[in-house]
């Protein structure tokens, strides 16, 4: 589920957004507006509905992990929520309320908050087990109807165009330069 590194970088971009945000730096609304649409379609419309069509039933009908399956889905129809209010706070006219710009700020730490811990609990636990429910010759063919879900929505180079998209925000908000992240000292 490489989508997941999509996830992550959009993470980022929201985090430096809340740092702007707090205290008072230069942001486009557009780059914020356009991560939240990355999320919208690539995110929440593809990677989730594959997760909520293909992944999550097979767990529940196999009574594994069905709890955390529930938290999952709960938490996919909150991120949807936080979505549509944040694509709603990134227009011209909220952007120069105040108290819009603290409930877009409030929408990004939600998000965040919520998806780290989503992210890293389907990763180290879901997805791991997956192996365990089903087949091996069913988990190859899940990927490959993944494979041709990406290719039918995004076109062939569609992994590659968000990440090109993503990497364009970054690069906006100058946080693309990988090295800066790296401790001195």
Not at 35 to 56: Q, V
Not at 89 to 116: C, E, G, P
Not at 142 to 156: N, R, V
């Amino acid at each position: 589920m490489r989508e997941h590194g999509v996830l992550n970088r959009i993470l980022l971009i929201y985090d430096e957004g809340l740092r702007r945000l707090k205290d008072g730096s230069e942001l486009n609304p557009e780059v914020l507006s356009k991560a939240a649409g990355i999320i919208h379609h690539f995110i929440e419309d593809y990677h989730e509905k594959l997760e909520e069509d293909y992944l999550f039933p097979r767990f529940e009908k196999a009574g594994k992990l069905v709890e955390l399956v529930r938290v999952l889905r709960l938490q996919h129809q909150a991120g949807r929520r936080v979505t549509a209010e944040i694509e709603s706070l990134t227009n011209l006219k909220a952007w120069r309320d105040a108290d819009q710009r603290s409930r877009l700020a409030n929408a990004l730490r939600q998000f965040v908050q919520m998806y780290r811990p989503h992210e890293a609990r389907e990763d180290t636990v879901l997805f791991p087990a997956l192996r365990a429910v089903v087949s091996p010759h069913e988990y190859a063919a899940l990927g490959e109807q993944f494979e041709d879900k990406e290719h039918e929505l995004f076109g062939a180079d569609g992994f590659e165009r968000k990440v090109a998209e993503v990497a364009a925000l970054e690069q906006q908000l100058d946080i693309y330069d990988l090295a800066q992240f790296t401790p001195r000292g």
